[in-house]
């Protein structure tokens, strides 16, 4: 195995000639805690990055999938459902770990056994809904019927809080942060629980055929990745000033959640172990019907390459 790995990091050493001709379009969210591929041009060894945002992570699979995307982030929850389908993803890196909270109207809401009834705003097909069926299933509520789970996009949850269109949400951040700084909202909990999971959240994606067909690529990409998020996590003022102009946040928000996210690139052994506990829970939850082949869906490849020093 290890020569195998030392015949691809060779290989890919000796493919790095200038990439001033290419083009790489990379999907992602305008988060702090995704905010990676906006970092990645100048350590792109001359290519052009093209970032596309989006507000939800099925919209991301959707644009890779036809073609639009080279590479995007997307939740880990949604990876290991994709490829549970037989769906054409490998995931390459992680991107973000943390970052959740599980939100109420202020003055409501005490526990989360109160939450029976009520509207809960949700992004499906993401870590929160995960975090959010098992807080509830914990608490001894049916997620199907003890309460009402409501699709709303990222973006759209501290308005439909504060107007009374949900009761509570169970989202990322800012707007656990924003919610109670902004006086509507408070933070019931942070839903991050043992049993293996631990607190991974999100990774990069690429179809199958594209990293066969172009490994050179996806080494460049990745190794911009790592260098964005070494950048950001090495210095934290730059992370939250940049991302606070770029998204039109406040500094002090972006501030006061820091805590809460954690940006990341490699996938080591602890990794698998959680992305695997994480594909059982779903399992058991009924978000899945059966769990995928995990050393088909993850490429190590290329992490492991850069851990080295590549």
């Not at 964005?228 to 006061?256: I, N, P």
Request: charged share 25%; glycine share 8%.
């Amino acid at each position: 195995m290890r020569k195998l790995l030392l015949t691809f990091v060779l290989a890919l050493t000796l493919c790095v000639p200038s990439l001033a001709a290419e083009t790489w379009n990379v999907g992602t969210w305008k988060t702090a805690q995704t905010i990676q591929p906006f970092l990645y041009e100048p350590f792109a060894n001359g290519a052009t990055v093209k970032v596309h945002p989006f507000t939800n992570p099925g919209d991301q699979k959707a644009a890779l999938l036809a073609g639009s995307l080279d590479m995007t982030g997307t939740t880990l929850a949604l990876a290991i459902q994709a490829a549970s389908r037989g769906e054409p993803i490998v995931l390459v890196a992680s991107l973000g770990n943390k970052c959740s909270a599980l939100v109420v109207k202020k003055g409501g809401v005490k526990s989360v056994g109160d939450l029976e009834g009520k509207k809960i705003g949700y992004v499906p097909g993401t870590m929160h809904e995960i975090l959010l069926r098992e807080t509830l299933t914990r608490a001894g509520l049916n997620p199907d019927k003890d309460a009402k789970l409501v699709r709303i996009d990222f973006f759209d949850m501290g308005t439909a809080l504060s107007r009374g269109d949900i009761d509570a949400y169970l989202s990322g951040e800012p707007l656990p942060t924003l919610a109670k700084r902004q006086g509507y909202g408070e933070i019931l909990a942070y839903p991050y629980y043992g049993e293996g999971i631990g607190a991974i959240n999100s990774g990069m994606i690429v179809r199958r055929d594209f990293v066969e067909k172009n490994p050179e690529r996806v080494m460049e990409m990745l190794r911009a990745h790592r260098k964005a998020t070494e950048q950001c996590m090495s210095d934290k003022a730059f992370w939250l000033e940049t991302s606070s102009k770029m998204f039109g946040v406040e500094l002090d928000v972006l501030r006061d959640a820091a805590d809460n996210m954690e940006l990341v690139w490699d996938m080591d052994d602890t990794f698998m172990k959680q992305l695997s506990a994480l594909g059982k829970r779903m399992l058991e939850l009924g978000i899945i019907k059966k769990e995928p082949d995990y050393n088909a869906l993850v490429d190590r490849r290329f992490v492991d390459a850069l851990r080295q020093g590549k």
